[in-house]
């Protein structure tokens, strides 16, 4: 992945912030829009255009809906933009699915089959701009008046390929005037550090061992599938909070403030809770352009209900074509259900270390469906979790030598560290301390990234 390789890293990201702080402000969104475009075309040249299409398509729409005057003129406008982003995520994202599952029926197996790849973060980019058209409907923003400041809106590389989904009115003053500062600059640095560390030195390390257990589960035993759930738990938080960290981190360094994804997920007492600390920016948008334009709880039980399902079966799809990410998403959306309807009061009752276990446990099974290629693999290797049986490899020998990594990864996936370092923050030594720390992760993290290929990229589904 981009961000965490070495040419990103020593060579564009170098050059970026330097030329970006020497130019004129009013030339710097330009120039952001050159290098977004530039980043996006690294990876797939072709798949630029289609970004491109995105960026006009949506500013004349916004531009459109501003000049019509009656509510069902912006309403076309709307509806019409809304369809023509939901077409290329669907064409690019779920067209090879959709064939793919026809062909099964005899009469429809003569079908071509579908070859199409992902534009990277086209899921992120394309719900951007989609809350850009609702708000200009709801008139929560103005429509974009700068066609520089609003492609680079939609292009901007810190927070492109795996979010945080970024509200055109949460950065519109931002991308007109951005105050910067030396501390706000440092603060972006360290947080950048901390990401890139969590991505480098702890996800991929889980990364081995999820591929190892998901490898030949029934030959890990039940011990070993367990063993390698907790890892997959472990490396998509650290994966994915990695990079929210790095994207907040590079729009700091770059002025720009963008909004916390993560939340500490996994000391949640319930389901509840912990989708409203993992990946906020998705939660909150599905609730407020999905959810309640869909009635949310202000309708009968029935309706409720429905729009529950409706929003986790659609939470669910967005993170992948295939079905098991839909199972995945309506998985969540009947647990929520039981939460809401029985389980909760009961579970408010209970001690806090059960309703966590309780919590972790429906996660960690959770993730396997994420995780698996599709159904069908998912509930194979449940089956050996719950199975009970010894696997060909002793409990040591897959336990023992992640036991070090595995204490790192539940103690960095807890607010501890950061309450210990708020605590000293003040101290005189501490800014020394700070630059070593970063330094250090600097070298270990390159010290890794040349040592070894294994560097996954979990968001190429999105």
């Known amino acids: ?56 398509v949506n500013f004349f729409a916004g531009v459109l809906m501003g000049r019509r005057r009656t509510r069902g003129g912006q309403k076309a406008v709307l509806v019409i933009g809304i369809l023509l982003n939901l077409a290329a995520l669907g064409v690019f994202k779920y067209a ?11 009469a429809l197996e003569g079908l071509p089959k579908v070859e199409l790849a992902l534009p990277i973060g086209i899921s992120f980019y394309t719900f951007q701009a989609i809350s850009y058209l609702i708000d200009v409907y709801w008139k929560d923003c103005e429509p974009a008046g700068n066609f520089i400041n609003f492609a680079c809106y939609i292009s901007l590389f810190p927070q492109l390929i795996a979010g945080p989904i970024v509200r055109y009115r949460d950065v519109n003053d931002q991308l007109v ?35 190892a257990m998901s490898a030949d589960p029934a030959a890990a035993g039940a011990l070993g599938a367990w063993w390698g759930a907790c890892a997959y738990t472990l490396q998509i938080y650290f994966d994915f909070s990695g990079y929210s960290d790095m994207a907040r981190g590079l729009g700091r360094m770059l002025g720009f403030e ?30 407020d352009y999905v959810y309640i334009p869909l009635g949310g709880n202000r309708c009968g039980k029935f309706r409720w209900c429905l729009n529950l399902l409706i929003v986790w079966g659609l939470t669910g799809f967005w993170h992948g074509a295939g079905w098991n990410f839909l199972f995945w998403g309506l998985y969540y959306g009947v647990l929520l259900l039981l939460e809401k309807l029985l389980l909760g009061n009961v579970l408010r009752k209970l001690p806090k270390l ?38 060909d490899m002793s409990a040591m020998s897959i336990v023992g030598p992640w036991i070090g990594m595995a204490v790192l990864g539940v103690l960095g996936s807890t607010p501890l ?41 979990l968001y190429f589904r999105f």
């Not at 330009?30 to 996006?40: A, G, W």
């Not at 250090?440 to 990229?457: E, Q």
Request: charged share 15%; glycine share 4%; net charge positive.
């Open 96 to 106: 090879g699915l959709f064939v793919t599952t026809l062909q099964k029926i005899p």
């Open 1 to 56: 992945m981009v961000f965490s390789s070495l040419p990103f890293l020593f060579l564009l990201l170098t050059v970026v912030l330097l030329v970006s702080h020497i130019l004129p402000f009013r030339a710097r969104n330009f120039f952001l829009l050159l290098v977004n475009l530039v980043f996006y075309a690294y990876g797939e040249p072709v798949y630029v255009l289609i970004m491109i299409g995105s960026i006009l």
């Open 258 to 287: 963008f909004c916390i994804n993560f939340n500490y997920p996994y000391i949640s007492k319930s389901v509840t809770e912990f989708w409203r600390r993992w990946h906020i920016s998705l939660s909150t948008w599905f609730r």
């Open 177 to 211: 005037s951005r105050k910067e500062s030396p501390a706000f600059f440092t603060s972006g640095v360290r947080l950048f550090m901390v990401g890139m560390a969590k991505k480098v030195l702890l996800a991929n390390q889980f990364g081995l061992l999820w591929d």
């Open 417 to 457: 560290a950061k309450k210990v370092w708020e605590k000293g923050k003040d101290a005189k030594l501490m800014p020394l301390l700070e630059a070593v720390l970063c330094l250090a992760a600097l070298v270990l993290c390159t010290a890794s990234l040349v040592s070894d290929s294994y560097n996954p990229f």
């Open 354 to 391: 059960f309703q966590r276990v309780y919590t972790l446990v429906i996660v960690i099974i959770g993730w396997v469906f994420f995780a698996s290629p599709d159904l069908s693999a998912a509930l194979d290797y449940l089956a050996v979790m719950f199975s009970g049986r010894a696997g």
